[in-house]
């Protein structure tokens, strides 16, 4: 069972950078891919980013390419989101989840944290 913790939320003016924490404990697996998703408040959770622990490959949705990069640190057990040119339309609560599989969908997400506030102001 492992346990997910986000942290690195705040209030950013458009067009600022943040970058967010993923912490894991209890039992992790090296085979996992680690993921960051947004919910907007009225949207539904939506897929921003993916890793592969081992190998590092990763791949964004479309809407952040470009703009923010996922990373890993093994020997910190941790999982960054580095959120790049801000825009209002980035905020959303962010959540960082494990999935045995390298997918963009949440259904093949079984562990999820409990999410960060990202607000960017205008």
């Known amino acids: 069972q492992v346990q997910l913790v986000e942290s690195g939320g705040g209030l950013v003016q458009a067009g600022g950078s943040l970058r967010l924490s993923c912490a894991a404990s209890g039992r992790t697996f090296s085979s996992y891919s680690m993921g960051w998703f947004r919910q907007a408040p009225g949207k539904e959770r939506e897929f921003v980013a993916v890793i592969k622990w081992s190998g590092g490959s990763t791949y964004y949705a479309d809407s952040v390419k470009g703009r923010f990069t996922i990373s890993r640190d093994s020997a910190k057990n941790t999982v960054y989101l580095q959120l790049n040119s801000l825009k209002p339309e980035d905020t959303a609560v962010y959540y960082c989840?494990?999935?045995?599989?390298?997918?963009?969908?949440?259904?093949?997400?079984?562990?999820w944290g409990q999410g960060t506030q990202v607000t960017v102001s205008s």
């Open positions: 989840a494990a999935s045995r599989s390298y997918s963009t969908l949440r259904i093949d997400y079984a562990t």
